[in-house]
């Protein structure tokens, strides 16, 4: 399997490096904030769709050195799975712009603000046949019941 690495909305890219004309700037994925040197990661390129996919296995090395770029140590990074289509010509999730089912449930769950492991459950509950259609509308219901109980509070 293949994931892919969320960061704010966004997908990472790739790394940008120091280079000559950017001397002196820290971070904290060098040991101890030591003075960065060419070719050390100081920032991060994003796109709005997937454009790299990372094995099982380098993507948490990934992350943790996305997290030791200061400007992302608050941010919220995510692990995408990518469940490749058989047919990628008539995926309805690549045709819609998501790169997979669960790229879509993360979205739905981030566009009305409710937690990921609620939609995934309505997700399951519904199935497929009902993702663009009864599980938008049960997600509209939990993000009224979502404000509700927060009013309440």
Sequence with gaps: ?????????????????????????????????????????????????????????????????LYQIPKLRNSTIKIIPIVRCKKMNHCIYHERGYSSREDYLYNLAEEHDIDYDTVFMLADLLGESEDFDGLVSACQDAEGFECLRKSEQ
């Design 1 to 65: 399997m293949e994931y892919a690495i969320k960061i704010n909305g966004m997908y990472f890219k790739e790394y940008i490096y120091l280079d000559e004309n950017n001397k002196g700037r820290y971070t904290g994925h060098s040991a101890m904030g030591v003075l960065l040197y060419g070719g050390d990661v100081v920032d991060i390129d994003t796109t709005p769709l997937i454009d790299r996919t990372f094995s099982r296995r380098s993507v948490g090395n990934t992350i943790n050195l």
